[in-house]
Nanobody, 115 residues
Framework: QVQLVESGGGLVQPGGSLRLSCAAS????????MEWYRQAPGKQREFLTT???????YYADSVKGRFTISRDNAKNTVYLQMNSLKPEETAVYYC?????????WGQGTQVTVSS
């Protein structure tokens, strides 16, 4: 079955950086667009960024210039490099694999931005 496993979350100080990973299995990774979302307590899940199978990227305004999405199709993994993190970006971060109407979510990884 399809599995997406996020890792790399943790506690970081304001202004700091983290790199999240999402390892996929059970699907033909190179055919899927990969996306990152986050959900803070009491808030709706928020779209952050997407990368196409060919490597084209798109970012929400809230993270443009600070976050970078990348993928390694040989490792079936997508990454999210997050710089200049803010306390309000404390949330659970999720990856999602998308192909036409198919969508698969990971279980999420907690990111806490606090001094």
């Amino acid at each position: 079955q399809v599995q997406l496993v996020e890792s790399g979350g943790g506690l970081v100080q304001p202004g700091g950086s983290l790199r999240l990973s999402c390892a996929a299995s059970g699907l033909t990774f190179g055919r899927y667009a990969m996306e990152w979302y986050r959900q803070a307590p009491g808030k709706q899940r928020e779209f952050l960024t997407t990368i196409s199978p060919g490597g084209s990227t798109y970012y929400a305004d809230s993270v443009k210039g600070r976050f970078t999405i990348s993928r390694d199709n040989a490792k079936n993994t997508v990454y999210l490099q997050m710089n200049s993190l803010k306390p309000e970006e404390t949330a659970v971060y999720y990856c999602k694999a998308v192909l036409d109407t198919l969508g698969y979510w990971g279980q999420g990884t907690q990111v806490t931005v606090s001094s």
